[in-house]
């Protein structure tokens, strides 16, 4: 089949219908929140606040700047490691990133404050849709997380974003387990991001994806951009994790928690990496990936008493088992279950976040008046309302429902998109131009294109190129 790759109608046509959709739709249901309101006078007279300092915004845009950079600084630049993806990588994730957070205001407000008629909009929500936005990165295409297997580079990881939320299922799992603690999202956007992206990338199989093989590798320029993501998302992560916590003890709680799995994560990340070479030498895959690992899986249990040592002990463990199943367990998945893991998102994501809802249910089960005193115990887990006779192994039964929600919802949404995503009008490219950017993007070279000559490195090496003679005016250096 002939696969067309021409997005000059579709593209621009898709792109003004959304954006005309989410006009209509902000302008019938959303509203500010009464702390973004002009009414912020009255009500801080209300509630006897006296300073506008006061105002949640002064609290909680810190931690939004900080997730902001993650999003669109540290995920997109991640992605840059394909030699020939720079700009789909980073462009892409742009796009989808300034699409999902208006449709993401949308649909959590729908679920989850919906009042009178009308979605109520302040900056700790705006956090919040930033989080759905997250999910979705583990599951689109190279614009962002790369979907796994790469079999669009564009529309089908584009479509896949829409696709996601239309069908809520994030949202849902949520919805279905509403007392689940969860404030870094192991499993509502750890858990199911991966496995909703690995789900879809089983269904898109591609079996002649080995004649793009050339271009999945890195250069050293390319995995040095995607280092550059890497120590974004490592910085800001405490921030990702504590961003919604309650004010006080539980947001201090959630940041040094986090930042303790992340710095112990490195150290064993480094290790394996070495020890599993055979000649003792660094995988920079490993290093730009598995290092993230402890921020993932600390997430659910962020908020709880976990203690430092208990921190440092979930990142050990994550960066040995990231790492691992980088060098044993991506290749079995490809080889013998069809999984195109491309990004390795199975080892980052996935893996790191049941482990980190594993540790969240054992976490909350275990809690004692003793540790928490009895108010801390009260406020740490909500037991008010419905919810006071609750006790703390009820909640961690809760807390190991939820991972097998989430996993239900990423599996279930994912084979719905997936064979959504098959439909063969959506402009996929054949498999020898995946990850290229030439085929969505004008690239330009300076009057050069380039093109692989054998025999230089693991692939060859991308030698520049006269677009006029074809190799006549071939140049005398590599790029990479």
Request: aromatic share 14%.
């Amino acid at each position: 089949m002939v696969k067309n790759t021409y997005m000059r109608w579709r593209l621009p046509l898709v792109c003004l219908l959304w954006e005309i959709a989410m006009i209509v739709l902000f302008g019938v249901f959303v509203r500010f929140d009464p702390e973004a309101d002009a009414h912020w006078k009255e009500e801080r007279r209300q509630k006897n606040l006296t300073s506008d300092i006061e105002n949640d915004f002064y609290f909680r845009y810190p931690s939004f700047q900080d997730v902001h950079v993650m999003i669109f600084v540290g995920f997109g630049f991640l992605m840059t490691f394909l030699q020939r993806y720079g700009f789909g990588a980073v462009g892409f994730n742009f796009l989808l990133a300034a699409f999902g957070i208006q449709w993401a205001l949308l649909m959590q407000g729908w679920f989850h404050s919906f009042e009178n008629g009308k979605i109520l909009i302040g900056v700790e929500k705006l956090i919040g849709r930033m989080w759905l936005r997250c999910s979705a990165c583990q599951s689109e295409g190279p614009g962002a997380f790369l979907f796994p297997s790469c079999s669009d580079p564009a529309l089908a990881g584009w479509t896949d974003s829409r696709l996601a939320r239309i069908l809520p299922t994030c949202e849902f799992s949520s919805a279905l387990c509403p007392q689940v603690k969860d404030a870094g999202g192991s499993m509502t956007i750890h858990t199911f991001g991966a496995y909703f992206g690995l789900t879809v990338t089983r269904i898109l199989y591609r079996p002649n994806l080995e004649q793009s093989k050339d271009k999945q590798g890195s250069v050293y320029h390319s995995d040095l951009f995607a280092m550059i993501g890497t120590l974004y998302l490592w910085m800001y992560w405490p921030s990702f994790n504590s961003a919604v916590s309650n004010h006080g003890d539980a947001q201090h709680r959630a940041a040094i928690n986090t930042y303790c799995s992340l710095a112990s994560c490195v150290l064993t990340t480094v290790a394996f990496s070495s020890l599993l070479q055979k000649k003792g030498k660094l995988d920079m895959v490993h290093i730009q990936n598995a290092t993230l690992a402890g921020g993932v899986a600390v997430g659910t249990s962020a908020e709880m008493m976990l203690t430092p040592y208990g921190s440092l002990i979930v990142g050990f463990l994550c960066g040995i088992v990231s790492t691992v199943g980088f060098v044993y367990l991506m290749p079995f998945l490809e080889s013998k279950l069809n999984i195109q893991d491309t990004c390795g998102i199975h080892n980052l994501h996935a893996m790191p976040g049941l482990i980190g809802g594993i540790v969240g249910a054992v976490t909350a089960a275990a809690a004692t008046e003793e540790v928490y005193g009895k108010e801390g115990l009260i406020s740490a887990f909500d037991f008010t309302g419905d919810y006071k006779d609750w006790t703390p192994t009820v909640q961690g039964g809760f807390q190991a429902a939820g991972i097998f929600v989430s996993l239900a919802m990423a599996l279930a949404g994912g084979a719905i998109v997936g064979a959504i995503l098959k439909l063969p009008f959506l402009g996929d490219p054949a498999d020898e131009n995946c990850f290229e950017d030439d085929v969505y993007w004008e690239v330009s070279y300076g009057g050069w294109s380039l093109s692989l000559w054998p025999g230089q490195g693991s692939f060859g090496a991308w030698w520049p190129v006269c677009r006029k003679c074809r190799g006549g005016c071939r140049s005398q250096v590599p790029f990479g």
